[in-house]
Antibody, heavy 120, light 105 residues
Framework: QVTLKESGPGILQPSHTLSLTCSFS??????????VSWIRQPSGKGLEWLAS???????YNNPSLKSRLTVSKDTSNNQAFLKVTSVDTADTATYYC????????????WGQGVMVTVSS | DTVLTQSPALAVSPGERVTISCRAS??????MHWYQQKPGQQPKLLIY???NLESGVPARFSGSGSGTDFTLTIDPVEADDTATYFC????????FGGGTKLELK
């Protein structure tokens, strides 16, 4: 059974760095074809893919945010991480992590999401 | 970016058939997937690869299309299907449609 759970600061100030953790079970990020992706959703709005990290360490970022995003993983502890630098109010959203496979680059298991508010 | 366009809202009666459309700004082959999101919940995968039903999803849901035009069909619609439905393409960097809010009369 695949499960994922996001954790993060809840609230942070503009210009700071957002650090999020995705803790998962039911799969390994060292297994061929496995990946974890980050997706966010401002309240009442649509979904935006942010970044993905794969079993082989390859990472892919949304070009519109590329320079601000860093994804990484800790395979032995079944965790993936997202850092977003220089946040502003536009980064206020619910952030999800999701299991992804190379078979089709879709998101078949999602965490419950963590709400992040950027406010001074 | 590959832009996906969905109609914003639909209203149908229980027992009816509903089709939700998604149009891509360029061909995505069959790299189209559909999600259901209920208020306060995370999205749930319904259809992958344009027409493949995700395990555990009722057979009332089906998907079709290729290239730029795709459809999610629910037949028959049930009260529990009230939700927002998003399409997502994976031919290029993943992008999502704006979502179609389905309401039941």
């Amino acid at each position: 059974q695949v499960t994922l759970k996001e954790s993060g600061p809840g609230i942070l100030q503009p210009s700071h760095t957002l650090s999020l953790t995705c803790s998962f079970s039911g799969f390994s990020l060292s297994t061929y074809g496995m990946g974890v992706s980050w997706i966010r959703q401002p309240s009442g709005k649509g979904l935006e893919w942010l970044a993905s990290i794969w079993w082989n360490g390859n990472t892919y970022n949304n070009p519109s945010l590329k320079s601000r995003l860093t994804v990484s993983k800790d395979t032995s502890n079944n965790q993936a991480f997202l850092k977003v630098t220089s946040v502003d109010t536009a980064d206020t959203a619910t952030y999800y992590c999701a299991h992804t496979t190379g078979r089709g680059y879709y998101f078949d298991y999602w965490g419950q999401g963590v709400m992040v508010t950027v406010s001074s | 970016d590959t832009v996906l366009t969905q109609s914003p809202a639909l209203a149908v009666s229980p027992g009816e058939r509903v089709t939700i459309s998604c149009r891509a700004s360029e061909s995505v082959s069959t790299g189209m997937h559909w999600y259901q999101q209920k208020p306060g919940q995370q999205p749930k995968l319904l259809i992958y690869g344009a027409s493949n039903l995700e395990s555990g999803v009722p057979a009332r849901f089906s998907g079709s299309g290729s290239g730029t035009d795709f459809t999610l069909t629910i037949d028959p619609v049930e009260a529990d299907d009230t939700a927002t439905y998003f399409c997502q393409q994976s031919w290029n960097d993943p992008t999502f449609g704006g979502g179609t809010k389905l309401e039941l009369k």
